[in-house]
T-cell receptor, first 112, second 113 residues
Framework: GESVGLHLPTLSVQEGDNSIINCAYS??????FIWYKQESGKGPQFIID?????DKRQGQRVTVLLNKTVKHLSLQIAATQPGDSAVYFC???????????FGRGTSLIVHP | KAGVTQTPRYLIKTRGQQVTLSCSPI?????VSWYQQTPGQGLQFLFE???????NKGNFPGRFSGRQFSNSRSEMNVSTLELGDSALYLC????????????FGSGTRLTVV
């Protein structure tokens, strides 16, 4: 498959471990945050989102945590599986803007 | 329902040529955004169209242009191609374009030789 990102931060985990992917965002006026997963040869796929009036949101096997004090976002994946191997992007949207801004991405490699 | 469809999936063009990429959004989505993805720069916003009007534009030269048709389908055009234009071009559609509900297509891989 095609590589969607070279020179990205990489997180390597064993199957079954919990994974934590971090993202620092830049704008304190951002009011909406999204995590995307991009597999090789595909476009980014929505995973989970969170609004700035929340600190935590849970989905199926995923949890997003938002710390507005230090402008930090994290994605926790429980019981990581080989199919979770992909590049993960965070995106922020500034209040009043139509367009989200994407981070550089983190490559997650899950070893069987 | 059908997702976002981008055509073609792959293109090889020569420097100086022009290229047109197509995006069909999810039915009912009125906003279409275009992004350029490269290993060095990540996902860079090109422009966004809503109801046939360009509503937002990123910091790309005028060689990059786009349009949206009345059925919300969108095209982007790159003229006078340069080697640095080689990238994955992604289209995303959303119902209203305020950053919520983005759905991406699989992209068009453009290689300029």
């Amino acid at each position: 498959g095609e590589s969607v990102g070279l020179h990205l931060p990489t997180l390597s985990v064993q199957e079954g471990d919990n994974s934590i992917i971090n993202c620092a965002y830049s704008n304190s006026a951002s009011d909406y945050f999204i995590w995307y997963k991009q597999e090789s040869g595909k476009g980014p796929q929505f995973i989970i989102d969170i609004r700035s009036n929340m600190d935590k949101r849970q989905g199926q096997r995923v949890t997003v945590l938002l710390n507005k004090t230090v402008k930090h976002l994290s994605l926790q994946i429980a019981a990581t599986q080989p199919g979770d191997s992909a590049v993960y992007f965070c995106a922020e949207k500034v209040e009043g803007s139509y367009i989200p801004t994407f981070g550089r991405g983190t490559s997650l490699i899950v070893h069987p | 329902k059908a997702g976002v469809t981008q055509t073609p999936r792959y293109l090889i063009k020569t420097r100086g040529q022009q290229v047109t990429l197509s995006c069909s959004p999810i039915s009912g989505h009125r906003s279409v955004s275009w992004y350029q993805q490269t290993p060095g720069q990540g996902l860079q916003f090109l422009f966004e169209y809503f109801s046939e009007t360009q509503r937002n534009k990123g910091n790309f030269p005028g060689r990059f242009s786009g349009r949206q048709f009345s059925n919300s389908r969108s095209e982007m055009n790159v003229s006078t191609l340069e080697l640095g234009d080689s990238a994955l071009y992604l289209c995303a559609s959303s119902p209203s374009g305020v950053g919520y509900g983005y759905t991406f297509g699989s992209g068009t891989r453009l290689t300029v030789v």
